[in-house]
């Protein structure tokens, strides 16, 4: 047995890096999720240069898995004409998978995908770069036509902790 352990000694420790990474990665994943919910405020400068009065966003509660996660998100979006939108879409957020991920500018990326195929207000594959230390979230990701080949932002956000706190309340009272 001891013979078989010190041959096994570089093996035994790659499993245990192996584990420790995964750890990581699932823990990191488990953390990002917990702070996307809730309500996330387009910023007054970037509704001003985009001609809208107001721009939110609802994340709701994200049901996680090994590869993906899903969630609902409902986009609010108006300018002095009325209502853009008004509705509610199912989404899928893809997971980053670097296991320090506050590394550089201590954003994060995950992919998201707008799952209601008649939703046309903004590209249904989209970029969300989150910095949960700032609570600042933007949206971006390919245009039409012309900008089809650089990224354009579609939304710089900041997390409204108060509203989502109360949410959070509301929806525990209910279920």
């Not at 939110?56 to 509660?61: A, Q």
């Not at 995908?113 to 046309?120: K, Q, S, Y």
């Amino acid at each position: 047995m001891k013979e078989w352990l010190e041959n096994h000694k570089i093996g035994i420790c790659v499993a245990i890096v192996i584990v420790v990474i995964i750890v990581m990665i699932a823990y990191n994943c488990i953390c990002d999720n917990r702070y996307l919910d809730g309500l996330w405020v387009c910023d007054e400068e970037f509704c001003n240069e985009s001609e809208l009065t107001g721009f939110w966003i609802m994340m709701g509660e994200v049901d996680m898995s090994v590869l993906s996660s899903s969630s609902s998100m409902y986009i609010v979006m108006f300018n002095e004409d009325g209502m853009l939108c008004n509705r509610n879409v199912d989404v899928s957020l893809g997971h980053s998978w670097i296991p320090i991920q506050t590394m550089g500018n201590g954003y994060v990326n995950r992919k998201l995908t707008i799952l209601d195929e008649d939703f046309d207000i903004m590209p249904r594959s989209l970029t969300l770069s989150v910095n949960k230390e700032l609570g600042h979230m933007v949206l971006y990701g390919r245009g039409e036509g012309e900008d089809q080949d650089e990224d354009t932002i579609f939304g710089t956000f900041y997390k409204d902790n108060e509203s989502s706190h109360k949410s959070k309340l509301l929806r525990m009272e209910s279920s």
